[in-house]
């Protein structure tokens, strides 16, 4: 009904993967942006981040994050971050490319604001 993705495990542990909306098709594999958001924060450069998708003439859609720095943190290279992602995720969900911002949009509540995500996106 709440348009979540998620898994009842055997412990019964609950593990959310995402809300459906936001959900990212990119070559016929799904992408939940919380994921990715949640490695690109593991980055010692990065302090905040949202993830969008945008269109792709070949894959449908592209991850792209929209990235905020750690004070004083000088911006990784694109292919340092991949290095890092590449830990953490499936290559697939490694965001094709980046917008830097000084601060993520976000609700009084806390809450990502996708559709100012995907709107900075765009300029990707």
């Known amino acids: 009904?709440?348009?979540?993705?998620?898994?009842?495990?055997?412990?019964?542990?609950?593990?959310?993967?995402?809300?459906?909306?936001?959900?990212i098709n990119t070559g016929g594999e799904k992408v939940f942006p919380e994921e990715v958001e949640e490695a690109l924060r593991t980055h010692p450069a990065i302090?905040?981040?949202?993830?969008?998708?945008?269109?792709?003439?070949?894959?449908?859609?592209r991850v792209v994050g929209v990235v905020s720095a750690r004070a004083g943190a000088a911006r990784p290279d694109m292919a340092e971050l991949k290095a890092h992602l590449a830990e953490k995720l499936a290559g697939y969900k490694v965001p094709k490319a980046l917008v830097w911002v000084d601060e993520i949009k976000r609700s009084?509540?806390?809450?990502?604001d996708y559709r100012w995500a995907k709107e900075v996106a765009a300029s990707a």
Do not use: H, M, N, Y
């Open 108 to 112: 009084p509540a806390g809450k990502q």
């Open 47 to 61: 302090f905040d981040a949202v993830v969008a998708g945008q269109p792709d003439e070949r894959w449908g859609e």
């Open 1 to 23: 009904v709440s348009g979540d993705a998620g898994r009842l495990d055997e412990d019964s542990k609950i593990t959310v993967f995402g809300r459906g909306s936001t959900c």
